[in-house]
Every structure is written in C-alpha cells, then in structure tokens.
C-alpha cells in the first residue's frame, strides 16, 4: 500500500522556523516528483514547492522563494520542506503528494495522485 505521512508541523512565532518531513511507505520517493502544498481556511490548496525525480530540479512559489528549502534523504526515503522567517500567511495544512515520473516536470498538478493527510502549521504571536 502506498503512503505518505507528514510530520513536523506545529505552532511557530513570526520569524520562527520549521522542518516538515514527508516519509513514504510502500514505493520509493526517489522515483517520483514529490510536491508540497498548503491550503489555507477559505482558500484553495495551491502549490509550495516541488522536486523532480531524475535532475532533483526544485520550484517554489514566488511567497516562499529564499525562504523555504525543498530537499531529499533517499537514505530515509523521506523528503524535507525546510521553512524559516516564516510569516502568518504561511498558516496552513501542508501536504505532500507523490507525482508520475512519466510527466517530465513537477508543476503539473494532475500528475499528483498520492497525497498525505497533511500536517498543520500555524505561525502566530
């Protein structure tokens, strides 16, 4: 059976930082575009960051550029969403998803078929 799994989220200061793991069971990350993605109350879930499977290229969202980091550990066969200087818009459930390596970028979002049930991050003073 194929999962993912989220762990790390949790309650952060403004400025704080957060690591979020994305662990898989049941395939290997590594063969997979692997896409996280937020949604926030009353919003649409929209896409954060991703990495390709193959050259490991990485996308960010414009919000998020220069102060998230998305990264692999194929060892642990985990994926990392490293945050900091974080800002309350980045309150959201994050999730990650598992996209089809036949799609030869990360962007498409149709392409994610296996998601996880998401961690929740909240940045408040």
């Known amino acids: 059976q194929l999962q993912l799994v989220e762990s790390g989220g949790g309650l952060v200061q403004p400025g704080g930082s957060l690591r979020l793991s994305c662990a898989a069971s049941g395939f290997t990350l590594d063969y997979y575009h692997i896409g996280w993605f937020r949604q926030a109350p009353g919003k649409e879930r929209e896409g954060v960051s991703c990495?390709?499977?193959?050259?490991?290229?990485?996308v960010y969202l414009d919000s998020v550029k220069g102060r998230f980091t998305i990264s692999r550990n194929n060892a642990k066969n985990t994926v990392y969403l490293q945050m900091s200087s974080l800002k309350p818009d980045d309150t959201a459930v994050y999730y990650c998803?598992?996209?089809?390596?036949?799609?030869?970028?990360?962007?498409?979002?149709?392409?994610?078929?296996?998601w996880g049930q998401g961690t929740q991050v909240t940045v408040s003073s």
């Open positions: 998803a598992a996209g089809s390596p036949i799609v030869n970028t990360c962007t498409l979002r149709s392409s994610y078929a296996n």
């Open positions: 990495i390709s499977s193959g050259d490991r290229t990485t």
